[in-house]
Nanobody, 129 residues
Framework: QVQMVESGGGLVQAGSSLKLSCTAS????????MAWFRQAPGKEREFVAR??????????PDSLTVRGRFSISRDNAKNLVYLQMNGLKPEDTATYYC????????????????????WGQGTQVTVSA
């Protein structure tokens, strides 16, 4: 059974940094692409970042919402994926979810929730003004 657990969320002031972590068990970690999504209250879940199995290729939304401020990375030896968030803004307030997939990369679909087979329960990030 695959279990994914996020950690590292919290309450921070605007301009601060946070580093989220996600550990995966029950999954051959180095065969799964990993991603982060987030969901703000009253909004749909949105794609934040993806990293391929090797860690060499990363993907972010085409919009400028997080590009340049957020960075995804992974440590296959430790079964961990990270999301470094810098310059946090109040609009980054959301529950952040870790997701994993063993499906091949699909350029037209990698940012959709349905591309991911496994999900964590989420970690709350709250950014005060």
């Amino acid at each position: 059974q695959v279990q994914m657990v996020e950690s590292g969320g919290g309450l921070v002031q605007a301009g601060s940094s946070l580093k989220l972590s996600c550990t995966a068990s029950g999954l051959t970690f180095n065969t799964a692409s990993m991603a982060w999504f987030r969901q703000a209250p009253g909004k749909e879940r949105e794609f934040v970042a993806r990293i391929d199995v090797s860690g060499r290729n990363t993907y972010y939304p085409d919009s400028l919402t997080v590009r340049g401020r957020f960075s995804i990375s992974r440590d296959n030896a430790k079964n961990l994926v990270y999301l470094q968030m810098n310059g946090l803004k109040p609009e980054d307030t959301a529950t952040y979810y870790c997701a994993a997939t063993r499906r091949p990369f699909a350029r037209a679909a990698y940012y959709f929730e349905h591309e991911y087979e496994y999900w964590g329960q989420g970690t709350q990030v709250t950014v005060s003004a």
